[in-house]
């Protein structure tokens, strides 16, 4: 059973098209992230499944019961579909306190009851109930965004890039208040964002958007180590794609024989192929004239750790991360090792 | 769409009248030599009017939004007070005053006089956009103080000034009161007299439908002036630098002091000099003074009751479904606007007269011309307000189980409400001081303020007209104190938020 099914669904404003079959499974209880840039069709896609928006094709069931089939009979309004909703800037009601704005969706016998209390304990902010919007901090009026979207109890909750907006330094306590909560009370969230660090972080299921189609969806280690095609791998993090030959049920580049992941389709008998290699997949050691070597051409200093760019003969330069303490200097000559089993297509799968 | 519908009808009730009356009486009618006297009256009027208020109004927004005149606190809350003084109060006060202030010269005076805030408004609120870094690189990019102004402040105010000068134009088509008093014959007058006199419908929807092409023509050329500026939204970020007058203070102070003096100054003062003076009853029953306020307020706050929710469907399908049919009714609503009060008053009239002769003189048409007549006040006020709602509220809304209908109630309108009080307040200040369709629709055996003071004023009976005159201010003054609050730009509350776009849209021209 899935608590939410999209499946094949469209969608054009005035014939340019946004959605374009976008297909995803999410199972009670969990956090899916939907990864995409700006203009892949995020937003939209939320609308569509909250109902603010109507799908001109495919079908949107939650729970089993298809609120959305792609025609105006049958379709769910969003008052009925028991989607909680938490936009990008929190669209607190301006003209209501803190408690007025969570309980809104609640019946009018159950606004004054100790629930709401209850809730705005859950978000850490007891005794605010007083408070109107403009009078909290953005990272407030998100927590009192996730209380009011989860007060009338939803099957499922949206959450429209919420954090986008907040300060980096804050960005990372608000979202694990917010989604905390979520997970508190066990409910199915959605969450749609252009920051691959924050689905990877803190999503159990991501799903890559790109230009209105789903071009992967797994679990966070899965669509980052195995990625769908070379694109996906370059948006959900540093790539290195080094030309290989298969070889010996592995695969043999510039920098030495990989054992390969299981699964993906790989060309039948011998051939070429484009091999993924993550920055972090390569190590690097001082000179030593029996491994692989390269030259280090620009050494980026991010503090925790530091981004080192090593050029290596046939394979061009690739990208290493490795800790900050000890990184290399350009024009250093370094040896560089592989570790792990590598992602490979077929070449000219770009 | 019905109310547009409705809100037009006066125009079609026109030409059925001309058409009653046949064409061939109507023609001549239209092409003899009395309409081009008023013609040249009124062009002459107009050109001296506009440009006169052009000039004041730029100036006096210029002083106060961009330099660092003394008083500018002071200087911003007088400069408009003369919005909320009638035309025909300020003509009958300056007549009182000296018999020289008459026919064109007297006019062009009053009209000035109380018509220059329409520029001031628009045009302080685009000087209060505009960025001093662009007038900043101008003088980097070698031009003088002059040319740089010319050349980066003046197109940005381009907009708001034709705004303006429209408002202006379309005022002094529209005007009535202040004309009779000063003996300027323009189409108004004409148009009441053939009417008054022995009821001459035809010459009277004739001259209306010269007026009504007249106001066709100025929206118009208005329309055709204005290329859409984009404006930016928001703050100006490079700031706002005032320019420093140095000894060019003293001119300055005295120039605003001479416009206050001769707009607010001597209306107020010419009034609390007839206040002070003992009541002189000629030949005229009395008319109780606070029956007649009673009556303006009740038909005042009905008509500002009926034209917001009237207004309220129609701004609120425009702001959601863009597009052609919004497109369609903003450009009605905006003919609506310039169509002179009499001559909406007049077609009522006929209407009532041949299809609804119960409806004749009672109090339900002088509040559906109301209505009418300031629809498109509240459609702008109603609109600037929603259109600063984001979607978001409505869409949250639904999503926490509201359906449509609840999520407006509890979301859309309480939201909306500094709309809907601007609207309602604007409909019934606008209410409070119009005479012309008031003289033609008042119920009988009934007088309001504006009908007594009438009553009284063409009796010469200067110090009694002055009390019901005095009356129509104050009145006038507490909707405008109120709104003046709200839609204060220096007020940055939450809820101020909307209104400060509100204000912003009703001055950019006064179009929805």
Redesign the interface.
């Known amino acids: 059973m899935t608590a939410l099914s999209v499946s094949g669904v469209y969608k054009s404003y005035a014939d340019t098209p946004v959605l374009r079959g976008v297909s995803l499974a999410v199972a009670p209880g969990s956090l899916t992230a939907i990864l995409g840039a700006s203009g892949a069709g995020k937003t939209t896609l939320l ?1 569509v499944i ?3 928006e109507a799908a001109d094709a495919g079908t949107i069931e939650l729970a089993g019961q298809v609120v959305d089939g792609g025609q105006s009979r049958g379709r769910v ?9 938490v ?2 800037d929190g ?1 607190l ?3 209501l306190t803190v408690h007025g704005n969570v309980a ?2 609640l019946a009018r016998s159950a606004r004054h009851g100790p629930f709401v209390d209850e809730l705005l304990e859950l978000v850490g902010l007891s005794g605010l109930g007083g408070r ?3 009078e909290l901090s953005g990272g407030q009026q998100q927590r009192v965004a996730i209380a ?2 989860l ?2 109890r939803p099957r499922l909750v949206l959450l429209d890039e919420p954090f986008a907006s907040l300060d980096a330094s804050l960005r990372a306590t608000v979202r694990a208040e917010v989604l905390g909560a979520l997970r508190a009370v066990g409910t199915t969230g959605v969450l749609v964002t252009h920051d691959q660090d924050e689905a990877l972080s803190v999503a159990d299921y991501v799903a890559v958007l790109r230009d209105g189609v789903i071009t992967q969806a797994g679990p966070p280690r899965e669509v980052y180590s195995a990625p769908a095609d070379p694109w996906t791998a370059g948006f959900l993090g540093t790539a290195n794609l080094v030309p290989g030959v298969l070889q010996n049920q592995g695969v043999r580049t510039a920098l030495g024989w990989h054992e390969m992941r299981a699964g993906g389709q790989l060309p039948n008998g011998g051939g070429e192929v484009t091999v993924l290699i993550r920055p972090e997949q390569i190590t690097l050691s001082p000179h030593s004239p029996d491994g692989i070597t390269g030259k280090v051409t620009e050494a980026r200093y991010h503090g925790h750790d530091a981004l080192i760019a090593v050029d290596v003969a046939d394979a061009g330069v690739l990208q290493v991360r490795m800790l900050g303490t000890g990184a290399p200097a350009p024009g250093d000559e370094v040896s560089l090792t592989t570790i792990g089993p590598v992602t490979v297509w077929p070449e000219g799968s770009f | 769409m019905v109310v547009t519908i409705l809100v037009l009808l006066p125009v079609v009730f026109l030409l059925w009248q001309a058409g009653h009356a046949g064409w061939g009486t109507i023609w001549p009618l239209i092409f003899r030599s009395l309409t081009w006297t008023l013609l040249l009256n009124t062009i002459e009027l107009g050109v001296i009017v506009t440009v006169c208020t052009a000039v004041l109004g730029v100036a006096a927004a210029w002083l106060i939004e961009r330099t660092n005149l003394p008083l500018r606190r002071f200087w911003r809350a007088v400069v408009v007070l003369p919005l909320a003084i009638p035309d025909f109060v300020i003509g009958y006060t300056w007549l009182s005053l000296t018999p020289v202030v008459h026919g064109l010269f007297g006019a062009s005076l009053v009209m000035t006089l109380g018509l220059y805030p329409l520029v001031y408004l628009p045009v302080a609120a685009a000087l209060r956009r505009v960025d001093s870094s662009l007038y900043e690189v101008a003088r980097s990019l070698g031009l003088g103080r002059f040319r740089a102004l010319l050349r980066t402040v003046l197109p940005q105010i381009r907009a708001a000034l034709l705004g303006g000068c429209l408002m202006v134009l379309l005022g002094l088509l529209a005007e009535y009161g202040a004309f009779e008093i000063l003996r300027f014959q323009t189409f108004t007058t004409e148009i009441f007299t053939e009417f008054n006199l022995g009821i001459n419908p035809a010459a009277a929807s004739a001259l209306s439908l010269v007026l009504v092409v007249l106001s066709v023509l100025v929206i118009g050329a208005e329309l055709m002036l204005t290329r859409s500026v984009a404006v930016r939204a928001g703050r100006p970020s490079g700031g706002v630098r005032r320019y420093r007058l140095g000894w060019g203070a003293v001119p300055s102070l005295l120039f605003m002091a001479v416009l206050i003096g001769l707009g607010v100054g001597v209306p107020a003062s010419t009034l609390i000099y007839w206040l002070t003076q003992p009541a002189d009853l000629v030949g005229i029953a009395p008319i109780p003074l606070l029956g007649a306020a009673g009556y303006t307020l009740l038909y005042s706050f009905l008509a500002a009751l009926a034209a917001t929710v009237a207004a309220f469907p129609v701004a609120y399908l425009a702001v959601r479904h863009p597009g052609r049919l919004s497109r369609l009714l903003e450009r009605l609503g905006y003919l609506v606007q310039g169509l002179p009060g009499l001559v909406i008053a007049l077609s009522l009239v006929f209407f009532a007269v041949r299809l609804a002769y119960p409806l004749y003189q009672s109090p339900a048409l002088l509040v559906i011309a109301y209505s009418i007549m300031f629809f498109p006040m509240a459609l702008i006020s109603l609109r600037a307000s929603l259109v600063q709602l984001p979607r978001r509220f409505f869409d949250t809304a639904r999503s926490l189980g509201c359906s449509p209908m609840s999520a407006l109630l509890r979301v859309t309108i309480p939201l909306a409400a500094p709309g809907i009080a601007a609207s309602v307040a604007l409909v019934f200040l606008s209410a409070v001081t119009e005479l012309t369709a008031t003289l033609l629709l008042v119920p009988t055996g009934v007088q309001t303020l504006a009908t007594a003071f009438w009553a009284y004023q063409s009796q010469v009976s200067y110090a009694t007209a002055s009390r019901y005159a005095a009356l129509i201010v104050v009145i006038a003054v507490v909707p405008g104190v109120f709104m003046s609050r709200w839609l204060d730009p220096s007020r940055s509350s939450a809820r101020g938020a909307g209104v400060r776009g509100l204000i912003r849209s009703i001055t950019r021209g006064g179009r929805p």
Do not use: D, K, L, T
Request: zero cysteines; a positive charge; charged letters at 20%.
């Open positions: 609308r909250a109902g603010f309004p969003p008052e009925r579909r028991h989607i909680g909703f936009p990008q669209a009601f301006p003209h809104f969706g109107y919007p403009h009011r979207a007060a009338p």
